[in-house]
Structure formats: structure tokens, C-alpha cells
């Protein structure tokens, strides 16, 4: 059984930095890729950012040039730092892990940004 922690939200100034973290736990082999997605409310779940399993990275339009997203293989945990956030980047952040041909989910992390 595969599962997912997120840890890292909470309320954040404009302007300021979080780093969010996701852990995976269980029988994890031949990931395709790890990542983050949000959701806003009233509007649909999103990408983020992702790190595929060579290491190259992709980031949506939105966050790019002030996310980084990254891993730690030993502990099958994936980072993602964002920085100068915007009340836009509010939403749950559920962390997304690509196993074979099959897609696990952890349970979200409130991100706040306060103008």
C-alpha cells in the first residue's frame, strides 16, 4: 500500500517562501515521476511542478522562475520551495506519485497566501 504525507502548508505573507515536503511510503519501485498539484477553490486541480525519474523537472507557467522542485531518492521524498508567493498560489497542494500505470495521491496541504 502505497501512501503519501505532505507537510509544509499554512499561511503565508505575499511575498514570502514555503517549502512544501511529500514522503512516500510502501512498495515504491519504477516511479515514473513525483509532483505537486493544486486546487483552488471553485476551479479545477492543476500542475504544479513535476520531477521525472531521470531528474528533469517541469514547471507550470504560473510558478515558474520562483518554485524549485526536488527529491531525495534514499527517502522517496519530494520538495517543492516556492518563493515571492502571490494570493494566487492559494489552494490545497496534494503531492502525486506515478507508479507503473497507476496514479497515487496524498490528502492535500492548505497553502495560504494573505495580501
Known amino acids: 500500500q502505497v501512501q503519501l504525507v505532505e507537510s509544509g502548508g499554512g499561511l503565508v505573507q505575499a511575498g514570502g517562501s514555503l517549502r512544501l515536503s511529500c514522503a512516500a511510503s510502501g512498495i515504491i519501485a519504477s516511479i515514473n515521476a513525483m509532483g505537486w498539484y493544486r486546487q483552488a477553490p471553485g476551479k479545477q486541480r492543476e500542475l504544479v511542478a513535476l520531477?521525472?525519474?531521470?531528474?528533469?523537472?517541469f514547471y507550470a507557467d504560473s510558478v515558474r522562475g520562483r518554485s524549485t522542485i526536488s527529491r531525495d531518492s534514499a527517502k522517496n521524498t519530494v520538495y517543492l520551495e516556492m518563493n515571492s508567493l502571490k494570493p494566487e498560489d492559494t489552494g490545497v497542494y496534494y503531492c502525486n506519485l506515478g507508479l507503473g500505470t497507476t496514479n497515487y495521491w496524498g490528502q492535500g496541504t492548505q497553502v495560504t497566501v494573505s495580501s
Open positions: 520531477i521525472f525519474s531521470a531528474g528533469t523537472t
